[in-house]
């Protein structure tokens, strides 16, 4: 689903354009003059406009300019007549996107429409990825792959807004990382990111460190303190492994969401807070709330938004670039120059269960860097140090369901023919039209 703002002063091309494209599931705002435009604009700065060139109180290559100006991550489709084509010159010079002509064709209108969305989303994640460079390197998020894709619209989306969001995730998937990124690419960024790891800390102590204690609240409590709310100010507060926080402060919690305000223990004052709320968990939270030991009100509550970071064995086509990045950081830390893999190195990562995730596919590069000595990461060595990663007896395949198995099975095959499907089809003896449901169902990532 995209933000899109549509601009004619004709109402009925307006109304049509807008009926079209909000039963293709996208959000609609609309104007029709450039004045009106420029507004609407501002306030839902959106992924793609539909701009007439021709509107009552000026040009709509005035609008354009302002609008690029403005937010130049939005994309910009002009409507033109025939004889507009001088006009149109200058439109696409001025940064649009695209044109469609008078009189319009709904099919061409989708797929410019379609293919606008897809190239904002890709700017979105490069404008992310460059914000963040510059500010913190080290959470630079690293993967190509379709699935890491709808991560980073996601972030794009959240990015702009304050909402409540909940990441979900198997460990080691780059949750944290992700929940700093949103962070650093909204414009609250120089405000403070407080971690709250909801398991780190004994019980009694948990409601203390997230809403601070007066002098005096418990034995112990000899100065005022600062909860993790009160630190994070106007920032962004995140509430790590938010499946372990117990049920009496899960309601309290709930509270602090739905009013934004909370006492320290042993106070007497409201403080208020604007902190916003990130929270992550690899736990199945549907499922603690069906038994009870997780409150379904938080639940909708923390989900406004969510999100769930695939686990790497689905999506094994980022392994390539994943390694040279800590390959890179490996040599950054040894102080090397050049630090490279012997042939074959991909392949065989790429046959590892990854239970532990990026974070495991970290420490071995790490551990092959150091081995390495700073030169060329050897194929043995690797294996070494993967045999000390064995695998889980949650992965082992005599636990795993039928499901998982045709699942790993097929995408072996895939990977096995290079995803040339017919290929594929043959070996595994189905159809080419069944191959295609399974992969869709199983969200089988093709390798770029
Ligand atoms: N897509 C990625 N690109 C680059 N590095 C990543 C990516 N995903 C994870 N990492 C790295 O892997 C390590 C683990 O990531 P992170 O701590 O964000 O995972 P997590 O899902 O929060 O784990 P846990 O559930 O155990 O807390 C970190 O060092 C992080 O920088």
């Known amino acids: 689903m995209a933000n899109l703002l549509i601009v004619d002063d004709e109402h009925p091309i307006r109304e049509s354009i807008s009926m079209f494209m909000s039963e293709k599931g996208h959000s609609i705002h609309t104007a029709s003059s450039v004045n009106e435009s420029i507004s609407v604009f501002k306030e839902c700065t959106p992924d793609v406009v539909i701009l007439d060139i021709r509107l009552p109180d000026g040009s709509g290559l005035d609008a354009l300019s302002q609008m690029r100006d403005f937010y130049p991550l939005s994309k910009v489709i002009m409507i033109t007549a025939f004889q507009d084509m001088e006009t149109t010159i200058e439109a696409m010079k001025r940064g649009a996107y695209d044109y469609i002509h008078k009189p319009l064709d709904a099919d061409e209108l989708e797929k410019t429409v379609n293919d606008a969305i897809a190239s904002f989303y890709e700017d979105a994640k490069t404008a992310v990825k460059d914000k963040g460079k510059t500010v913190y390197n080290e959470s630079e998020i690293v993967g190509k792959s379709r699935a890491m894709k709808e991560v980073y619209k996601t972030i794009g989306m959240l990015c702009q807004n304050r909402a409540t969001a909940l990441i979900m995730g198997e460990t080691g998937t780059g949750k944290e990382i992700v929940a700093r990124r949103i962070h650093l690419s909204s414009t609250d960024c120089e405000k403070p990111f407080i971690t709250f790891d ?87 939270l549907e499922t603690m ?134 290929h594929a089809s043959h070996i595994l003896k189905i159809s080419l039209p069944t191959l295609r449901k399974k992969i869709k169902k199983y969200h089988l990532d093709t390798p770029d």
């Open 198 to 284: 909801c398991s780190a800390v004994v019980d009694t102590l948990l409601e203390s460190e997230l809403f601070g204690h007066e002098k005096g609240a418990f034995t112990g409590a000899v100065t005022l303190r600062p909860g993790k709310i009160e630190l994070a100010g106007d920032g962004t507060l995140f509430l790590d492994e938010i499946g372990e926080l117990p049920l009496n402060l899960q309601g309290k919690l709930l509270g602090f969401l739905e009013r934004k305000r909370y006492m320290r223990v042993g106070g007497k004052v409201l403080m208020k807070s604007k902190c916003r709320i990130i929270a992550a968990t690899n736990r199945d």
């Open 289 to 422: 709330v069906t038994q009870k030991t997780f409150r379904a009100d938080l639940y909708y509550r923390l989900k406004v938004v969510n999100m769930t970071l695939p686990p790497l064995r689905h999506r094994l086509s980022d392994i390539k670039d994943l390694v040279a990045h800590f390959v890179q950081k490996s040599a950054d830390e040894l102080g090397v120059e050049h630090m490279t893999l012997q042939d074959g190195c991909i392949e065989r990562l790429k046959h590892h269960p990854w239970t532990g995730n990026v974070r495991e596919l970290e420490n071995v590069i790490v551990s092959a860097s150091i081995q390495s000595r700073g030169s060329v990461i050897l194929l043995d060595d690797l294996e070494t140090i993967l045999s000390y990663h064995p695998v889980s007896a949650e992965e082992s395949s005599s636990s795993q369901s039928l499901s998982q198995m045709e699942r790993q099975h097929i995408f072996n095959i895939l990977e096995s023919v290079q995803w040339n499907k017919t």
